[in-house]
């Protein structure tokens, strides 16, 4: 099965690369975002590619982005990526890359969570609220949330964490009313997605949102919206309140790890066959599972 951990497109100007995205130009209001087969856990990236992860994450990105552009628009252009490399790139753009418009990204990161769990859960514990937002007395790990809650984060350097911010350094940084616009709208997402995907036996536990402006102020959503690496999926009828239930995404590289003599700076271990092989597997069951479809 083949994999792409790095892609090398010399057709086009490389504009940066992330933790799983490489991001290239075309002309000066699109860009090309290839989605790899990296993985990174506690903000490290591992040294070995997860099979078809990028296809997957890239084909569920796009099944939300259409389902959900009425609630607002996002940066899709349409564009076949294959239509934008040289002849000899489109393996490596076929099924895992997208032609989006080039957006001012908002450096705040739309964090919604309709139940208590990973740092908010620790948050909880610690001052009886997550992010500042204060919630009721006795809850446990994994509950519902009363409402959905909405825990904005500061986007951080690449190799550090992402810091949990209130909705009050939010508004200082972009704004109260833009803050506002994208509090409202991200909730809406959630709730729509979450709705969905009750009815497909998956629990959206949290998410994140990235959005960006463009020339005329408009605001689009962008980046990836509900793939299994931002958000928090868990299977319905393995759901008890009290512990995590098992998780749709790189969990099994995560409880790995933590087996692992390693201070969780690069460069990670590596990583052993069976446990890329089951993270492939639970991506791809993800996609299947949420969608309906297989990947193309």
């Not at 389902?67 to 934008?84: M, S, W």
């Not at 833009?178 to 536990?205: M, Q």
């Not at 605001?219 to 868990?234: I, N, V, Y």
Request: charged content about 25%; aromatic content about 8%; some cysteine.
């Amino acid at each position: 099965m083949s994999t792409l951990y790095e892609s090398t497109l010399r057709s086009l100007p490389l504009l940066g690369r992330g933790k799983v995205r490489d991001n290239y130009a075309v002309g000066t209001d699109q860009l090309l975002i290839v989605t790899t087969d990296r993985l990174s856990a506690f903000d490290v990236i591992m040294g070995e590619p997860i099979p078809r992860k990028g296809e997957v994450l890239n084909q569920m990105a796009d099944f939300w982005f259409e389902k959900l552009k009425h609630v607002v628009p996002n940066h899709l252009t349409g564009v076949a990526p294959e239509t934008v490399v040289s002849a000899d790139e489109v393996e490596q753009v076929k099924g895992r890359a997208v032609v989006v418009k080039r957006l001012e990204p908002i450096l705040v990161e739309a964090v919604v969570r309709g139940y208590l769990a990973g740092s908010g859960w620790k948050d909880y514990q610690a001052t009886g609220a997550v992010c500042g937002v204060e919630l009721p007395e006795g809850l446990q790990n994994a509950q519902k949330l009363p409402e959905p809650i909405f825990t904005p984060a500061a986007k951080a350097e690449m190799g550090h964490h992402d810091e949990n911010i209130t909705y009050e350094e939010m508004e200082r940084r972009i704004g109260t009313e833009l803050s506002r616009t994208i509090k409202d709208i991200s909730i809406k997402l959630y709730k729509e997605a979450a709705d969905y995907a009750a009815t497909r036996g998956i629990i959206i536990a949290d998410t994140k949102f990235e959005f960006g402006l463009d020339n005329h102020g408009q605001l689009f959503l962008m980046d990836e919206a509900l793939t299994a690496d931002s958000s928090r999926f868990w299977p319905a009828d393995q759901y008890q309140v009290g512990s995590n239930p098992p998780s749709f995404d790189k969990q099994f590289v995560r409880d790995w790890l933590e087996t692992q003599d390693w201070a969780k700076e690069p460069p990670a271990p590596k990583l052993p066959d069976e446990v890329i092989e089951k993270t492939s597997a639970k991506y791809q069951e993800a996609l299947e599972r949420l969608t309906g479809q297989k990947l193309a």
